[in-house]
């Protein structure tokens, strides 16, 4: 049996052990911590002996804010620091993906190119008439209609054809008068005076030399077309009485028609006035109506913000009739040379348009651009981009995942912000663990795996939260908590409680105390 002064001296030592052991883990971790701290420039450059190259620094690559002077293991996790060489400064936005791993991702390149967009819009849009080739027939004088030759609209006429015949009995008095001062032997002015009356009572001057040549009055009228067309407004009915100016037909043309079609707000500034447009629709399958854009209407429709397009197409035999709808390809006039990439290779975050030149070694760059028009699978490069560079066109996702370039791209320093909007947040990520240490800005976890970040078990340090840590966290607390990264590289709590198991072990301690 051991004596009780003998239990109680060693359970002193062993108390004495523990202590001067977490004395000593806790002034190593401090003086690790001393040792690695973030360097303020790269005069201390290296040579690595096993790869020659110049060294500038170190870094943990899980968090590459932080900057070290020399190798050794990190201070943040489990795991030694990395080197980063000379021939690879500046390049912090670069990838390196070796030719073997370029040909198992599937990686494709292509050269940004000067050339000409022939983009083509598409819209739709229904037949009318062109309101230009009208012609309107009218009464030139009172009279009555005594016969209709065409009695319907929509009847189609030919130039010359006879639409009605009028009465005019003001024209006999005239017409009487000419031809009693013809036949006067000394009439002298009396017969260029009648014949002027006869103009002024509306007589055409084929109508006066009908008078002249027969020498007998005709006090009926026979209207004609003045057009090839359709009577599109009929005015006269059989047995009226008609005064003068009074609307008898009117006839629109039909060897020209007009689509109005409807262009997109967005796409207003690729129709112009003249350029060339064809136009297909159902009713004629496998033909093509040519014809250009004659005018933009000032108008958008609130409802479908869309503008109207006057086009002017050529109708041959008349198939194009008023109604039909049709589909217009518009065709922009040439434009100067621009620099053009596969559509394909534009990668659009939201904010911004991204692409990554590949370079020599193996290298990829993102690069912000800025795009223009886009047809037929290319897209215009109007900023950010040089001739005779090389893109990627396909695997650029892949890219990203192998370099994990969603840090990487939110520290690129070269690129410029095109946007005021503020980026968005980084993502955050669940853990849970012990609370081994707090400092006056950081906290010192023992945490479990975090799938999210594909981190494991590890104990590191993260900054505290903005805030500051709740009262209710101390040292040896079991903690649920959530972290994002900065924009430096480190990573912060942005809350952090204690879970409700611990809580509870708590109370039943204090109890038990008591």
């Known amino acids: ?220 009228i026979t209207v004609t077309s003045p057009m090839d067309g359709v009577v599109a407004e009929l005015g006269a009915r059989e047995g009226m009485t008609v005064t003068v100016g009074t609307l008898l037909y009117r006839i629109n043309g039909l060897s020209t028609v007009w689509v109005n079609a409807e262009i997109p707000e967005a796409a207003a500034a690729q129709v112009r006035p003249g350029n060339a447009v064809e136009a297909r629709t159902p009713a004629w399958p496998g033909l093509t109506f040519k014809g250009k854009v004659g005018a933009i209407l000032p108008e958008i429709d609130p409802t479908t913000r869309t503008l109207k397009a006057r086009i002017e197409l050529a109708n041959p035999d008349g198939r194009l009739v008023p109604g039909m709808f049709a589909t217009v390809t518009l065709r922009p006039a040439a434009s100067k040379p621009v620099l053009l990439v596969p559509s394909e290779a534009v990668v659009q975050t939201g904010e911004r348009s991204i692409v990554f030149i590949a370079g020599e070694g193996g290298k990829f760059t993102p690069a912000e651009v800025e795009t223009g028009l886009e047809a037929n699978g290319q897209t215009e490069i109007r900023k950010g981009l040089d001739a005779g560079q090389k893109v990627v066109v396909s695997g650029q996702f892949l890219v990203d995942s192998e370099a994990n370039l969603r840090g990487t ?57 903005p805030g500051g840590l709740p009262n209710n966290i101390a040292v040896g607390d079991e903690v649920t908590f959530e972290i994002r990264q900065t924009k430096d590289g480190d990573y912060q709590i942005t809350t952090i409680r204690p879970t409700t198991g611990a809580r509870a072990d708590k109370k039943a301690g204090a109890k038990g105390e008591k």
């Open 1 to 220: 049996m051991i004596h009780p002064k003998k239990l109680i001296v060693t359970l002193t030592a062993a108390g004495i052990l523990v202590a001067a052991g977490s004395g000593l883990y806790w002034v190593g971790m401090e003086h690790g911590m001393k040792a690695a701290q973030p360097t303020g420039g790269t005069s201390g450059d290296k040579i690595d002996p096993a790869t020659g190259r110049r060294v500038l620094y170190w870094h943990d690559p899980m968090v590459p804010g932080h900057k070290f002077d020399k190798p050794g293991k990190s201070p943040f996790m489990d795991m030694q620091l990395v080197p980063v060489y000379a021939d690879e400064a500046g390049d912090q936005g670069n990838v390196v993906i070796s030719p073997q791993v370029q040909q198992n991702l599937g990686i494709r390149t292509a050269e940004v190119k000067e050339g000409t967009l022939a983009s083509g819009l598409e819209a739709i849009g229904s037949v009318a008439y062109n309101e230009r080739d009208v012609a309107v027939v009218q009464a030139r004088a009172n009279g009555y209609v005594e016969r209709l030759a065409v009695r319907a609209p929509l009847d189609h006429v030919r130039r010359g054809q006879p639409l009605a015949e009028l009465y005019v009995p003001d024209w006999v008095a005239a017409q009487e008068d000419y031809l009693a001062a013809r036949g006067m032997p000394d009439a002298g002015e009396l017969a260029p005076a009648a014949r002027q009356r006869m103009r002024l009572a509306g007589m055409t001057d084929d109508q006066i030399r009908l008078v002249e040549t027969t020498g007998k009055v005709h006090p009926r």
């Open 409 to 465: 791209l939110a520290r690129i320093g070269e690129v410029p912000q095109a946007s005021t909007t503020q980026p968005a947040a980084a993502p955050t990520h669940h853990g849970s663990g012990r609370v081994e240490k707090i400092d006056a800005d950081s906290i010192t976890l023992s945490h479990g795996p975090i799938p999210s970040l594909k981190w494991g078990p590890m104990t590191m340090g993260f900054r505290l939260p």
